[in-house]
């Protein structure tokens, strides 16, 4: 159904690295997806990690919008660009191509109106990249099947009650989503459960099987 | 303590401060259409100028404020205002920056203003003081700044009225700003605070003692009307939960009600107390001009009404900071600036804190803003190149 074949020749493949240290390799992939010294916005940007990483290993210049307080408090308080805000309303106040990129972590599936925040972010910037926990993966898919209850997992904690995420997506449906909106992927990673890239030669089905979480590098058709 | 009857010689010739004279050859332009001149800023200075001239912090103050910003007041005796924000290994570290905080024009403790003397008539200016704004003080600071020989400023800080100079700071010359620290502020005064600060205004002209502003002529002085005009304001800077939590419903030396008007209540006693004791430091028409120029102040009113058109392509950093209990300049007017900020893809913070002091937040001990101001210094000390403490 999708135009864009996955392992065809439009879609470059990042290579991922090893985690150094503590830092989680999700954000190390995103970080790895931006250029040196672009003009950034991390949108849910949390305690400041990765708008760390990415000043410290890429030399940009970040900005952040975090929804809780603390949060923001933590990151301006470490001298980083953060303000408080939230993506489905405050994304708009931003002008068109303000940024190189606008990076959206493991946020996607909190967000009330995901396709309207994924449109801003290639409004506000050249490029955007999404990172999700893929609820195709099939740890999620045996506990709905045979425990018949939500799933819980490490990446996804939280009871069906008190969770943050409204809006689950599988890499398939997501990758629907950017085709449904006009959007070009230009790079994709797909992580397991161990945190390790799966191949990048696998189908599709097979990323949406095993792949615990994605990150899409995405921009502009045309 | 000591005579009222000083305070006029305290707008002339101000203890403890430095003086800059702007003779008839530098007049300040005021936004009113006329020229004051000749006038004079006073300020004070902490820490030390560094070779660069890259590490100075300029402090504006609020509407009572003064240039006595880290060391102790001449007519009261009591700590500076913000000696917990500024001084040696405070957030705004004097052994780090060099901290210029002059008097604002129109006020009262040695920068020209209505108590000070006119010099053509030898006699106080009184309401023939020209109508200042916030720009106007933003001006002279300028002209002080270049007197100094300081081209740019590492930062400007301060908060409520000295925010909004702040603001204006950023807007009127965004290439001698590096990094702004506008606090619990706006870009405009409400309509809400406007009539509060009209209720002060009529609370003065109503005393007799006022005399139609001739006060100091006529050996004078409308102490009752602006000690009900600080304690009509005061409350404006606290919040209900704080005043709950500080006095409650509790007498004040006394077990039971006195069945009279007098101050029973802890809280009645503190607001008496605020407003005697201001009237000792501060010039009512003072509070007449410098609550005038905060009602007048509509940033964007100067940019066709568009805000960011205000910083469009602005170098300037912001930190922003908004209290949660603060109902004079609540939140959604912090959160307008950087709606705007952003608009004009400005390098922004924004941080709102948690706390019941209401306005006056942020000049107590909050540790979570003294946190954010260190934080964003550090951070904005690093991209100017700023040697870290030594």
Same mark, same amino acid.
């Given at each position: 159904?999708?135009?864009?074949?996955?392992?065809?020749?439009?879609?470059?493949?990042?290579?991922?690295?090893?985690?150094?240290?503590?830092? /989680?390799?999700?954000?190390?992939?995103?970080?790895?997806?931006? =250029?040196?010294? #672009? +003009?950034? !916005?991390? &949108?849910?940007? @949390? %305690?400041?990690?990765?708008?760390?990483?990415?000043?410290?290993?890429?030399?940009?210049?970040? /900005?952040?919008?975090?929804?809780?307080?603390?949060?923001?408090? =933590?990151?301006? #308080? +470490?001298? !980083?660009? &953060?303000?408080? @805000? %939230?993506?489905?309303?405050?994304?708009?106040?931003?002008?068109?191509?303000?940024?190189?990129?606008?990076?959206?972590?493991?946020?996607?599936?909190?967000?009330?109106?995901?396709?309207?925040?994924?449109?801003?972010?290639?409004?506000?910037?050249?490029?955007?990249?999404?990172?999700?926990?893929?609820?195709?993966?099939?740890?999620?898919?045996?506990?709905?099947?045979?425990?018949?209850?939500?799933?819980?997992?490490?990446?996804?904690?939280?009871?069906?009650?008190?969770?943050?995420?409204?809006?689950?997506?599988?890499?398939?449906?997501?990758?629907?989503?950017?085709?449904?909106?006009?959007?070009?992927?230009?790079?994709?990673?797909?992580?397991?459960?161990?945190?390790?890239?799966?191949?990048?030669?696998?189908?599709?089905?097979?990323?949406?099987?095993?792949?615990?979480?994605?990150?899409?590098?995405?921009?502009?058709?045309? | 303590?000591?005579?009222?009857?000083?305070?006029?010689?305290?707008?002339?010739?101000?203890?403890?401060?430095?003086?800059?004279?702007?003779?008839?050859?530098?007049?300040?332009?005021?936004?009113?259409?006329?020229?004051?001149?000749?006038?004079?800023?006073?300020?004070?200075?902490?820490?030390?100028?560094?070779?660069?001239?890259?590490?100075?912090?300029?402090?504006?103050?609020?509407?009572?404020?003064?240039?006595?910003?880290?060391?102790?007041?001449?007519?009261?005796?009591?700590?500076?205002?913000?000696?917990?924000?500024?001084?040696?290994?405070?957030?705004?570290?004097?052994?780090?920056?060099?901290?210029?905080?002059?008097?604002?024009?129109?006020?009262?403790?040695?920068?020209?203003?209505?108590?000070?003397?006119?010099?053509?008539?030898?006699?106080?200016?009184?309401?023939?003081?020209?109508?200042?704004?916030?720009?106007?003080?933003?001006?002279?600071?300028?002209?002080?700044?270049?007197?100094?020989?300081?081209?740019?400023?590492?930062?400007?800080?301060?908060?409520?009225?000295?925010?909004?100079?702040?603001?204006?700071?950023?807007?009127?010359?965004?290439?001698?700003?590096?990094?702004?620290?506008?606090?619990?502020?706006?870009?405009?005064?409400?309509?809400?605070?406007?009539?509060?600060?009209?209720?002060?205004?009529?609370?003065?002209?109503?005393?007799?003692?006022?005399?139609?502003?001739?006060?100091?002529?006529?050996?004078?002085?409308?102490?009752?009307?602006?000690?009900?005009?600080?304690?009509?304001?005061?409350?404006?800077?606290?919040?209900?939960?704080?005043?709950?939590?500080?006095?409650?419903?509790?007498?004040?030396?006394?077990?039971?009600?006195?069945?009279?008007?007098?101050?029973?209540?802890?809280?009645?006693?503190?607001?008496?107390?605020?407003?005697?004791?201001?009237?000792?430091?501060?010039?009512?028409?003072?509070?007449?001009?410098?609550?005038?120029?905060?009602?007048?102040?509509?940033?964007?009113?100067?940019?066709?009404?568009?805000?960011?058109?205000?910083?469009?392509?602005?170098?300037?950093?912001?930190?922003?900071?908004?209290?949660?209990?603060?109902?004079?300049?609540?939140?959604?007017?912090?959160?307008?600036?950087?709606?705007?900020?952003?608009?004009?893809?400005?390098?922004?913070?924004?941080?709102?804190?948690?706390?019941?002091?209401?306005?006056?937040?942020?000049?107590?001990?909050?540790?979570?803003?003294?946190?954010?101001?260190?934080?964003?210094?550090?951070?904005?000390?690093?991209?100017?190149?700023?040697?870290?403490?030594?």
């Amino acid at each position: 159904m999708s135009a864009v074949s996955h392992a065809g020749s439009n879609l470059n493949v990042a290579s991922p690295a090893n985690a150094s240290g503590s830092t /989680r390799v999700d954000l190390v992939l995103v970080a790895q997806m931006v =250029e040196y010294g #672009a +003009k950034v !916005l991390d &949108v849910g940007c @949390g %305690d400041g990690q990765l708008l760390r990483l990415l000043s410290e290993t890429r030399g940009v210049d970040g /900005r952040g919008i975090e929804l809780s307080r603390e949060g923001v408090n =933590e990151c301006v #308080a +470490k001298g !980083l660009a &953060v303000i408080q @805000g %939230d993506a489905d309303t405050d994304l708009a106040d931003y002008p068109d191509d303000a940024f190189d990129y606008v990076i959206l972590s493991q946020t996607l599936q909190a967000t009330r109106h995901p396709r309207i925040v994924l449109e801003h972010m290639l409004r506000i910037g050249r490029r955007a990249v999404v990172s999700f926990p893929n609820f195709g993966h099939w740890q999620v898919r045996l506990q709905l099947l045979f425990a018949g209850h939500m799933p819980r997992t490490d990446i996804l904690p939280f009871s069906w009650y008190d969770t943050p995420n409204i809006h689950h997506c599988t890499i398939k449906d997501f990758r629907q989503l950017c085709t449904a909106i006009g959007v070009k992927m230009e790079k994709a990673v797909a992580l397991n459960a161990w945190g390790s890239p799966l191949r990048l030669n696998a189908p599709w089905w097979f990323w949406n099987l095993f792949g615990e979480q994605a990150v899409f590098l995405l921009s502009r058709k045309g | 303590m000591p005579e009222v009857a000083d305070s006029p010689r305290e707008a002339d010739q101000p203890h403890e401060s430095l003086i800059a004279h702007f003779g008839a050859d530098k007049p300040l332009k005021l936004d009113a259409g006329v020229e004051l001149t000749p006038f004079q800023v006073a300020y004070k200075t902490y820490g030390t100028l560094n070779a660069e001239r890259s590490n100075v912090v300029l402090i504006c103050h609020a509407l009572t404020g003064d240039q006595h910003v880290a060391s102790i007041h001449p007519v009261t005796r009591k700590s500076g205002w913000w000696e917990t924000m500024v001084g040696p290994g405070r957030p705004i570290d004097t052994e780090r920056y060099f901290v210029i905080c002059p008097n604002v024009v129109g006020a009262c403790m040695g920068t020209t203003g209505p108590s000070s003397t006119d010099p053509k008539t030898g006699k106080p200016w009184g309401l023939d003081f020209p109508v200042i704004t916030i720009r106007d003080m933003v001006r002279a600071q300028a002209m002080l700044l270049d007197h100094l020989g300081i081209e740019s400023l590492f930062a400007v800080a301060g908060g409520s009225m000295g925010g909004m100079q702040v603001l204006q700071w950023a807007a009127s010359y965004p290439q001698r700003v590096f990094c702004a620290l506008p606090i619990a502020c706006a870009t405009r005064h409400s309509a809400q605070n406007i009539a509060f600060h009209e209720v002060g205004r009529q609370a003065i002209m109503a005393d007799p003692e006022w005399r139609g502003g001739r006060y100091l002529l006529e050996d004078s002085n409308p102490r009752r009307g602006l000690a009900v005009a600080r304690m009509g304001a005061h409350i404006t800077y606290l919040s209900d939960a704080a005043l709950h939590r500080k006095f409650g419903r509790k007498f004040q030396d006394r077990a039971n009600p006195t069945f009279s008007f007098d101050a029973d209540f802890e809280v009645e006693s503190y607001l008496r107390h605020q407003g005697i004791s201001f009237v000792e430091r501060f010039d009512a028409n003072s509070y007449l001009y410098l609550t005038r120029a905060m009602d007048y102040f509509d940033l964007a009113a100067d940019y066709n009404g568009i805000l960011a058109k205000a910083f469009t392509g602005t170098p300037t950093r912001f930190c922003v900071v908004s209290f949660t209990s603060d109902w004079l300049f609540p939140t959604f007017e912090s959160r307008a600036i950087v709606h705007a900020l952003n608009a004009a893809s400005a390098r922004v913070s924004f941080a709102e804190i948690v706390t019941d002091k209401g306005h006056d937040a942020f000049l107590l001990d909050e540790p979570e803003l003294f946190a954010i101001v260190r934080g964003f210094l550090d951070g904005a000390g690093k991209a100017r190149g700023l040697a870290a403490r030594g």
